[in-house]
C-alpha cells in the first residue's frame, strides 16, 4: 500500500487562478501623469479600462501601483497648495491683450502686468489649517452673574455642511 504524500509548491511556483491581471500591461508613468492632473479614480478607471474597485484593490495589493498613484496624488496637492497659497498672497502674472489694427491691417499686441489683491477667504482658509490653535474660529463672552463673580463663556460656531 502506497502512502500519499502531500506536496506543497512555494508560493511563486503556485499555479494562479483566474485570468491574468491588467496591471502588468498598465505604463505606472501614465498612472502618475493622470493623477497628477487631478483624474479621480473613476476616471482614471475609465481610462485604464478596469472598474474603480480594481483601482482601489490595486492601491492596497501592488506597492508599485500604490506609489505611482501617492506620487501624482502628491503632485497634484502641490500644485493646489501653491495655487491657495498665492490667491492668499497675492500674485502678478504677465498678460497680453490683442488689438486688429484695421488702418495697419496687422494684430497689435499690448502686454502688460495684471496683479490679483490677496484673497480673504483664502487667508482665512490657510491660516485657519496651518495654525489651528492661533486662528480657530471662536467667539468669547464676557459676562457678569447676580453674585459680583465673573467668568468667560467659550461659544464655538461650526459651520453645517
Excluded at 502588468?24 to 497628477?36: A, N, Q
Excluded at 497634484?76 to 504677465?94: C, E, I, P
Excluded at 484673497?119 to 489651528?132: D, H, S, V
Amino acid at each position: 500500500m502506497a502512502k500519499k504524500v502531500k506536496v506543497s509548491l512555494r508560493k511563486e511556483e503556485k499555479k494562479k487562478i483566474g485570468r491574468p491581471s491588467k496591471l502588468e500591461e498598465i505604463d505606472l508613468d501614465m498612472v502618475t501623469r493622470c493623477v497628477s492632473v487631478g483624474m479621480s479614480v473613476e476616471a482614471l478607471a475609465h481610462v485604464l479600462n478596469v472598474t474603480p474597485e480594481q483601482i482601489y484593490r490595486w492601491k492596497k495589493n501592488s506597492p508599485s501601483f500604490c506609489q505611482a498613484f501617492e506620487s501624482g496624488a502628491e503632485e497634484a496637492d502641490a500644485k493646489v497648495q501653491h495655487a491657495l497659497y498665492q490667491k492668499a498672497t497675492g500674485v502678478s502674472v504677465k498678460s497680453a491683450k490683442f488689438f486688429y489694427d484695421a488702418r495697419q491691417g496687422k494684430v497689435i499686441v499690448h502686454e502688460y502686468d495684471e496683479h490679483f489683491a490677496p484673497n480673504q477667504n483664502a487667508i482665512e482658509f490657510w491660516l485657519t489649517n496651518r495654525k489651528p490653535k492661533e486662528w480657530k474660529h471662536k467667539n468669547q463672552v464676557q459676562f457678569q452673574n447676580p453674585n459680583g463673580e465673573g467668568g468667560d463663556i467659550v461659544v464655538t460656531f461650526k459651520q453645517s455642511a
